[in-house]
């Protein structure tokens, strides 16, 4: 009697020890005591969190986006006038980021970004009408514990809760992964950077 509850307890540490080994991955995890009350990403959202300047980002998602879709579609409204469309070597891809400032100071957010392939092709994010769009990305500024998207917003409040950088890609960006988002100061100095997922 005494050797199976011993086995019994035996297999009770394994199982609890299995357990604790699978925990949050530290790099999905937020800043050490800081980014509350936020949802980490899951496996349709990279959650990567980045320091970049005073305000943290995180990037829920980036994807292609079609146009012709029901889903999609709300993102590419607010084009500035006569932009063209993608060619059939071009693509519209959606960056949506999440920020929070973890300051005691008022900051701003960036509205300076870029991503660079493998090939040292750079694309820039395009300009949206925050009055046509309302997803579209706009700099804030936040004060302490402020987050953007606000809470209540149609950006906070969509699937990705995040607000968008649009881009027109070359369809040879699929061949020149990864791409790298880079969040920028008014300078053009880099402040951070995220390796995307594409």
Known sequence: MNVRRLWIVACALVVAFA????????HNAPPPGTLTGHEVGNEINDGSYIQAGPITYQMQISRELNPYSVQDKPYVQGLPAGYPQPTANQL???VFLWAKNQHHKAYRTSDNFKIVDTQGITYYPIKLNPEENPFAWRPETLKYEGTYPGEDSVAAEGESQGALLLFKLNSSAYANRPLTLYVLN?????????????
Request: aromatic letters at 12%; glycine letters at 16%.
């Open 19 to 26: 357990v604790a080994a699978c925990g949050t991955s530290v």
């Open 92 to 94: 519209w891809y959606g």
């Open 186 to 198: 008014h300078h053009g100095q880099k402040l951070g950077s995220i390796s995307l997922d594409f």
